[in-house]
C-alpha cells in the first residue's frame, strides 16, 4: 500500500482516537492475528484521513486481558519482536504515528516476574521510539510488573509526547513527572470497566488544565466474555475542553487537530497558570524575590524520597484509620 505526502499544517497535529473493542484471545497466533488486524485497521483510518499524523489506541488493544497465568507467561512478547514489527510495517506503509499497547511484555527475568504492561510510540518510519511500562497497576492486583519511570519523546511535527496507562491516570504526580521532562501531549491508554467514565474524564481534563498539556486518551469498549468496557476516548486542549469525545460504542472514532504552537505560547505568556511553572517560582514579585521560592514546601515527597518506607508507613496507617472510634 503506502501513500504520497499529503500537504497539511505544520502546526496542527492531526489525531484520531479509537473506542477499540476489547480483544479476547488465549494463544500467541491469536495475538499475532489481532496485531495485523490493527494494521488493517490502521489502513482504514489513514485511507479515509489523508492527512493524519496519530493514531492512539487503548490499553490491553494488541493483546487484550490474560485473565489465565499460563497464557499470561505464554504469550508475553519480546518488544521489539514479532508482535511490533506488524504494528510498525502499518505505520510505515501509511507514513502515520501510532501508539499501541503491549499489555504483555515480557520481564528480564520471565517467568521469574510477571510481564510489564506496555505502551510503545512508532513513528511514521516504523520506529519504536518511546516504550513506556506501566507505574502503577491496578490496586486490585493486576498482574503485571510495575515500571520505574515516565519518558518524554519528539512525535510529529515536533510535538513533545509521553505515555501513560490506565490506573497511571489517577495520580497527579505521574502526569506533573511526564510535564516536568517537556510533554506537551500526554497519552493516556486505559481500559476502564464501566464504571468510572465520568471521573476518568473530569480527571484527563483537570490535568489537561493544571499542566497546560494537551491530552488524548484511547479508551477500550465492548464485552471480552468477562469484563465489560466503556469507551470515552476523548482529545482534551490544553484549557481541560473537550475538542473531541467517543461514547461507549466499539470502534467509534474521533479526531481534532492539536496546535503546537499554541501549547507553547500559553505556556509562555500565561505562565502564571502553568502550575509547574508557578509552584516553582514561589512568591515571586519585580523586586526582592525576581524569581521566587524553588524549594519543595511539601513534606510528604521529600519523605517519599529521603524515606520511601517511611512515607508508606505514613500512608499505611492513614487507610488503617477505618478501626478507630470517631471523635465525639
Sequence with gaps: MGYEAVVSNPDAVYVAVINHMMPRLHTRAEVLANCYRIGHLIDGLRRGHRDLDLIVLPEYSAMGVMYDETELYSTAAVIPGDETEVLAEACRRNG???VVSIAGERHEEHPLRAPY?????????????QRYRKIAPAAEGEACYPGDTTYVCEGPKGIQ??????????????WRDCV???????????SLRGCAAEQQLAMAKAMAWANRAYVVVGGAAG?????????HSA?????????AQCGSEPNEVRTARLSVRTVRETRYFDRNQFGPHSLLHRGTTRDAHA???????????RTWINDPVKAQEQVQEIVDRVGEPAAR
Excluded at 117 to 129: C, F, K, P, S
Excluded at 183 to 190: D, F, I, S, T
Excluded at 223 to 231: L, P, R
Excluded at 291 to 301: M, Q, R, S, T, V
Design 96 to 98: 502515520v504515528w501510532g
Design 117 to 129: 504492561n506496555t505502551a510503545v510510540l512508532i513513528n511514521d518510519h516504523g520506529e519504536i521510539v
Design 161 to 174: 509526547i509521553s505515555l501513560i496507562i490506565g490506573e497511571d491516570g489517577n495520580y497527579p504526580e505521574v
Design 180 to 190: 516536568m521532562k517537556g510533554a506537551e501531549l500526554v497519552v493516556h491508554c486505559q
Design 223 to 231: 464485552f471480552d466474555g468477562v469484563h465489560s468496557y466503556c469507551g
Design 235 to 243: 482529545i482534551i486542549d490544553a484549557e481541560g475542553r473537550a475538542l
Design 291 to 301: 524569581h521566587g521560592l524553588a524549594d519543595c514546601p511539601l513534606d510528604f515527597y
